[in-house]
Each structure stands twice: as structure tokens, then as C-alpha cells.
């Protein structure tokens, strides 16, 4: 990340520092600048809040920055391919550009959840700084250098819901055979405290749950699941999100097409992602609670949360996932390594720092 903010400043440096032309302007040359044409594919249907919007503003973003001389065309799901595509199909260069979600693709490497999401993990904050300071950023783009691509940050949900059931969960027993959409390493937690996790593109969930193919969803939170609509299907929202309590989602580049771009715009594509990955997150910590409060007060939801014990077993067999998944290669332990040493450093100054001011603050007063 530092080498492109320091290439930045030097893009805006040389241009302050171009010769004036005798009349007092800036001095050009005659050859117009190239203009790359690039294509960006992405997980979710384009106009869903925040998750569908965010590329089409780093799109507009990079545009402005390059002058022009960047020009993105947003595809949302389904548009040129499906949601759980993008990953190939920009590793091919069918697109140059792709945003989703890195646990998507542990079938094909099994250490991406932990540049995703892990259950009972890194709050999005947390995640932002060991991708950025801890060493994950280049942990990520060995793992995914194989294939063709660059990953880097492309916003942040923050703490999730977990999600909208058709029916009251008050115990274990009530998760048992309940056909979930759910990704992820959430999804083997889930199918193995009895649920049957499914795996689903965005676009196609609202009318499995119509339907009754699906008794359960996890999406995001308020802001997106009400766009979504799936108040209208299912009766009763539960929180929190254990399965996905900061959840990253990834912009990924063609490797091929972005080295073979000129620094300036290698920079500015990357800044755009920073751009994104910050205001993603501020979007939905600044909508959820309106929308929240929308979903209850107007369209009558009915907010839970999940029993006591039911969340101390989904976190007792997490960790067991997670120590599994740890233990699945060399690469994945050092990732893991990394990874959880991280947490327990940041968990332990959260603990004396934003957890007890959280606790301060919910105090009752006299």
C-alpha cells in the first residue's frame, strides 16, 4: 500500500512542477494520451446499496483522477457473468476488474476466508489494519498471484446480522436440517450444529426464499436487506453476525492487464480502492440504523437475538473450523499464524480501549 501512496505523490508533485509555456500555461505535447477501456465485473446486482454502488463510484472515481484516460464499465451479477464467476473470469481477463468476496474461492485456495471474514474474527476496523499493517495485504497477493490477479481492499461491511429466518430459533434443536444460504467458513459452522448451508448467488436468494427452497438467509445488515427486500419473505431478523463479524470484500485485478498499465494509472487504481474500501464502511455504519429502524417500526420485523448458548456452541465449533482450516497447508498456517496473532494483540488493546468505553457507555444512569 505505502509504495502507491508514495507513487501518488509523486504523480502530484511532477504536476505541479511542469514547465509554463510562454503565455503562462502548462506545456502539453502533441500526442494525445492513451485511453484504456477496462471492464469490471462484480458479486452483486449493480444497484444494491453500497455493495453494488461502491464500484460504480470507484469507476467515476478513477475516471476523474486519470482525466479521462481510465475508463471502467460496471457489470453488475449476471450481466456478463455470474456472481460466484468473477474470480476466473478476471484471473482469464474476460474482465480486467472484479469486486466480491474472498471466501468465495476456498475451494480453489483455502486459506481466502482469512482475507474475508473468519467467525468470531476481526471486526472490520481490525481487518482494515492487519491487511494494511499487520502483513496481510502481502500474504494476500502471494496466494493469489498463481493466478493472474492482485488483490486489494475493497470495503468493509462491518459487524453483519445474521440473517432472516421464517422461524423462531430458541435452541439448537431449532437449527437442525434448516436450509440456509450461507457462504463461507460460517457455512461449514452452520451444517455442522446441524443446518444445511447453501451456497447462492445474491440475485437468485429472494425468490429461494419466496419459494421456500431456502429457510434462511444471511446477507449484511439493515441497509442492504432492506433494499433487498427480505422483509417481505421472512418474519424474523436475528442478531448478531458470529459468522461474519467484519467482513472485507476484495477488489481483484488481472495481473497482466495492470502491470501493463503506465504507474500513474497503477497508482490511481489503487487509490480508488482505498477510497472505496473506507466509504463502503462509512455508508453502512451510517444507514443501518435508519434502516433498522425502518424494518421494525414500519414493517413490523421481528428483531432477535440468538439465544446465549446457541452462540457459545457456534463458537465452540468455530474454533474447531478454524484450527481445522489452519491446519490444511504450510501457506494456510502461516496466513493463519499471521493472522491470529494479530487478533489476540488487537483483541487485547480493544479490551482496555473500545470494548470497557462500549461497556461505559451502556451503563445505566442514575
Given at each position: 500500500?505505502?509504495?502507491?501512496?508514495?507513487?501518488?505523490v509523486l504523480i502530484l508533485l511532477a504536476a505541479c512542477s511542469e514547465a509554463p509555456t510562454s503565455?503562462?500555461?502548462?506545456?502539453?505535447?502533441?500526442?494525445?494520451?492513451?485511453?484504456?477501456?477496462?471492464?469490471?465485473i462484480t458479486s452483486w446486482p449493480k444497484n444494491l446499496p453500497a455493495l453494488g454502488t461502491s464500484p460504480v463510484h470507484f469507476a467515476e472515481?478513477?475516471?476523474?483522477?486519470?482525466?479521462?484516460?481510465?475508463?471502467?464499465?460496471?457489470?453488475?451479477?449476471n450481466e456478463l457473468v455470474g456472481g460466484l464467476e468473477v474470480f476466473d473470469a478476471v484471473s482469464q481477463g474476460v474482465a480486467e476488474i472484479g469486486h466480491t468476496g474472498a471466501y468465495y474461492w476456498q475451494g480453489k485456495i483455502p486459506a481466502t476466508p482469512f482475507f474475508s471474514s473468519i467467525p468470531f474474527g476481526m471486526t472490520g476496523g481490525e481487518m482494515n489494519a492487519w491487511l494494511a499493517y499487520g502483513g496481510g495485504n502481502e500474504l494476500w497477493r502471494e496466494i493469489y498471484a498463481p493466478f493472474n490477479l492482485i488483490p486489494a481492499r475493497g470495503?468493509?461491511?462491518?459487524?453483519?446480522?445474521?440473517?432472516?429466518?421464517?422461524?423462531?430459533?430458541?435452541?439448537?434443536?431449532?437449527?437442525?436440517?434448516?436450509?440456509?444460504?450461507?457462504?463461507?467458513?460460517?457455512?461449514?459452522?452452520?451444517?455442522?450444529a446441524g443446518g444445511t448451508p447453501v451456497t447462492m448467488q445474491v440475485s437468485d436468494v429472494f425468490?429461494?426464499?419466496?419459494?421456500?427452497?431456502?429457510?434462511a438467509t444471511e446477507f449484511v445488515s439493515p441497509y442492504n436487506d432492506l433494499a433487498a427486500g427480505y422483509h417481505t419473505v421472512a418474519k424474523y431478523y436475528y442478531y448478531p453476525g458470529w459468522h461474519e463479524p467484519g467482513s472485507t470484500l476484495e477488489t481483484i485485478f488481472n495481473k497482466s492487464a495492470f502491470e501493463a498499465l503506465p504507474e500513474d494509472l497503477q497508482a490511481i487504481l489503487m487509490a480508488g480502492t482505498e477510497v472505496m474500501n473506507q466509504l463502503l464502511l462509512?455508508?453502512?455504519?451510517?444507514?443501518?440504523?435508519?434502516?433498522?429502524?425502518?424494518?421494525?417500526e414500519e414493517h413490523n420485523v421481528q428483531l432477535r437475538k440468538l439465544p446465549d448458548d446457541v452462540l457459545a456452541e457456534l463458537h465452540r465449533i468455530s474454533n474447531d473450523?478454524?484450527?481445522?482450516?489452519?491446519?490444511?497447508?504450510?501457506?494456510?498456517?502461516?496466513?493463519?499464524?499471521?493472522?491470529?496473532?494479530?487478533?489476540?494483540?488487537?483483541?487485547?488493546?480493544?479490551?482496555?480501549?473500545?470494548?470497557?468505553?462500549?461497556e461505559a457507555r451502556n451503563l445505566p444512569l442514575n
Open positions: 500500500m505505502h509504495k502507491w501512496l508514495s507513487v501518488i503565455s503562462g500555461g502548462v506545456a502539453t505535447t502533441s500526442e494525445p494520451q492513451r485511453v484504456y477501456e477496462w471492464k469490471m472515481i478513477v475516471d476523474k483522477m486519470s482525466n479521462g484516460r481510465m475508463k471502467i464499465r460496471v457489470y453488475g451479477a470495503g468493509n461491511s462491518g459487524t453483519q446480522m445474521f440473517g432472516w429466518f421464517n422461524k423462531e430459533i430458541n435452541s439448537l434443536a431449532d437449527l437442525q436440517g434448516l436450509k440456509m444460504r450461507i457462504p463461507g467458513l460460517g457455512g461449514e459452522v452452520f451444517s455442522r425468490t429461494a426464499l419466496q419459494t421456500g427452497a431456502l429457510d462509512d455508508e453502512l455504519t451510517a444507514k443501518n440504523n435508519e434502516a433498522l429502524r425502518v424494518l421494525v473450523v478454524v484450527a481445522e482450516l489452519a491446519a490444511t497447508d504450510a501457506t494456510t498456517k502461516r496466513i493463519y499464524d499471521s493472522w491470529n496473532a494479530f487478533r489476540e494483540g488487537v483483541g487485547s488493546y480493544h479490551g482496555i480501549a473500545e470494548d470497557a468505553l462500549v
